[in-house]
């Protein structure tokens, strides 16, 4: 189940590919650079609203809600394909605007079918089993990018049709593998999450290795097959460790002494315990009801309980702030390096800083958070309160610049928002419960894509063009006389950013206060009650022989 959550994640960051192929559509469609940003923000939008997939996923069992994502994932990027290729009429704007929507909020199902069942089944190693899971996402676009060179070549058009079939393949073939399992203790969890851990490491590093090789020497298709097949071999190594783990469990059960005998009242009473308890707490936890009789922190709350509390508020701020800033860093790196009279290969290597540095983020916020939190009882809040300062001196090296500062921006950008995203996850299913994290975690995404909205066109956008019409001024031109706005010089980014970085500052104070909130919650042991039910359930299984 964990090896399929893990492939079914690496085929889920389509959307970051959008660089790629984007070119492609703006020459075969005709269209401009605002019909292009529009498209864009289609993309954007679709892959940050996954309300519906988490209302879906309390309603239906895992395997229908990755068949909808796969479903979604084919029908959007194949129509796209078909447009490119020209094999159907010229769809109008809004139509591309709904098949990109489509695609790209495909991805919101593979998520809540695989990442929110895998944190139900291990639910004491939720840190670290979200951290591995999203990184295999922030790595997917590097592990794409491979393969479509191999299979393809260097094809743009092809890789829209890869990323329409090979991701809902992925999804169809282990549909039935991924499913809410009942939740037991394994002597070597611990032990396999670590070599997970490393073998997702050992990948990151090949994948920047091919990335900045690529970018320097020029690669036959064979030296584009080995590097797949390389790529391939590191996706493929947990399912070694997933059958060595499963062959040993078996042999401990086949080799385990038959459980004393106990009277049929014995096991009845057993057996009906959990029942009975399961019962109360879906009495005591509607989806929408009792919103202002909100249970304790850790508890199960109803989804209204959660979206309304002073808690989540604080988180939404928070993601506004600090994710928001993050992706209009991220989308604005290739005009700064332009600005800053960076060539184009330098700007291709800032983007994949951004790219591996995202994986890093995201594993450092599941395992160390989880580390630090179970030996020195720090609140997770704490860490990303430190992940938006990073962010915040990031920006202040973009607003700033000098020698070789965009690529420890770089660095410090993509780690933020790694571990800020991961963390955001983890949070949400530590403070409101499992029972409705499928939609709670999705609506916990929501501030991001208004915050990148509002501050990359409100704040960043609007300054740069005021810079860049000041530019011309000087030179005596009007906007009338140039092609292309652009902005030369230290000072296109240097308000903007300076903001950026305040706005990062700001958020890590509100965040803070939830620090202060959470502190004896976290004080405290948060994982007892899932430890309670594994001890019920191998209690349950040695009364009944097994």
């Not at 994290?437 to 509002?454: D, E, I, K, M």
Request: with cysteine.
């Amino acid at each position: 189940m964990m090896f399929a959550s893990f492939l079914i994640m690496a085929g889920a960051g389509a959307t970051y590919l959008f660089g790629v192929y984007s070119k492609e559509i703006k020459a075969t469609l005709g269209y401009d650079q605002t019909t292009l940003n529009i498209l864009s923000t289609c993309k954007d939008l679709g892959a940050n609203i996954g309300v519906l997939s988490g209302l879906l996923a309390e309603i239906a069992p895992p395997w229908f809600v990755l068949l909808v994502g796969a479903a979604m994932n084919f029908a959007g990027y194949f129509m796209i394909w078909l447009a490119v290729m020209r094999k159907i009429a010229k769809p109008k704007v809004w139509q591309m605007c709904m098949y990109i929507c489509i695609g790209a909020n495909s991805q919101n199902f593979a998520n809540t079918g695989s990442l929110v069942t895998c944190v139900k089944n291990f639910p004491e190693s939720r840190g670290m089993m979200l951290g591995i899971m999203k990184g295999f996402v922030g790595l997917s676009g590097a592990v794409f990018t491979q393969l479509y060179l191999a299979i393809y070549g260097n094809d743009a058009k092809s890789m829209i049709l890869l990323i329409g079939w090979l991701p809902a393949l992925i999804s169809i073939v282990f549909v039935y593998t991924v499913r809410t399992l009942k939740v037991s203790s394994h002597p070597n969890e611990l032990k396999v999450f670590y070599q997970y851990l490393y073998i997702t490491i050992a990948m990151a590093l090949c994948l920047m290795g091919l990335t900045i090789a690529q970018k320097q020497v020029d690669f036959s298709h064979y030296g584009y097959v080995g590097s797949a097949i390389v790529v391939c071999a590191f996706i493929c190594m947990p399912l070694l460790i997933a059958f060595r783990e499963e062959y040993a469990t078996w042999k401990l059960k086949k080799h385990r002494a038959p459980a004393p005998t106990t009277k049929k009242s014995e096991i009845s009473e057993i057996e009906e315990e959990p029942q009975t308890q399961n019962k109360e707490d879906h009495d005591e936890v509607p989806c929408c009801g009792n919103i202002f009789k909100k249970p304790k922190r850790g508890e199960d709350y109803g989804i209204l309980q959660a979206l309304l509390s002073v808690d989540m508020l604080i988180l939404f701020m928070a993601t506004f702030c600090g994710l928001g800033c993050s992706l209009t860093a991220m989308d604005n790196l290739g005009q700064i390096g332009e600005s800053l009279g960076y060539q184009q290969h330098i700007v291709n290597t800032f983007v994949s800083l951004v790219s591996i540095w995202n994986y890093f983020g995201r594993v450092f916020a599941g395992f160390v958070s989880e580390i630090i939190l179970l030996k020195y009882k720090v609140p997770r809040p704490l860490i990303m309160a430190i992940a938006l300062i990073l962010s915040a001196i990031g920006d202040l090296l973009i607003a700033f610049p000098t020698p070789g500062s965009v690529y420890i921006a770089s660095l410090l950008v993509g780690f933020s928002f790694g571990a800020q995203l991961t963390l955001l996850f983890i949070i949400i299913s530590e403070l409101f419960g499992l029972k409705y994290y499928s939609t709670l975690f999705n609506c916990g995404q929501l501030a991001s894509p208004l915050g990148s909205y509002v501050l990359n066109v409100v704040v960043v956008g609007r300054f740069y063009d005021r810079e860049a019409m000041r530019q011309l001024a000087e030179k005596g031109l009007t906007r009338a006389m140039v092609k292309e706005l652009t902005c030369i010089g230290k000072e296109c980014y240097r308000l903007s950013f300076s903001i950026l970085a305040g706005v990062n500052v700001f958020g890590a104070l509100v965040t803070f206060i939830l620090v202060m909130r959470t502190r004896k919650y976290y004080s405290g042991d948060i994982y007892k009650k899932f430890r309670e039910e594994i001890a019920a359930n191998e209690k349950k299984n040695q009364a009944a022989g097994n």
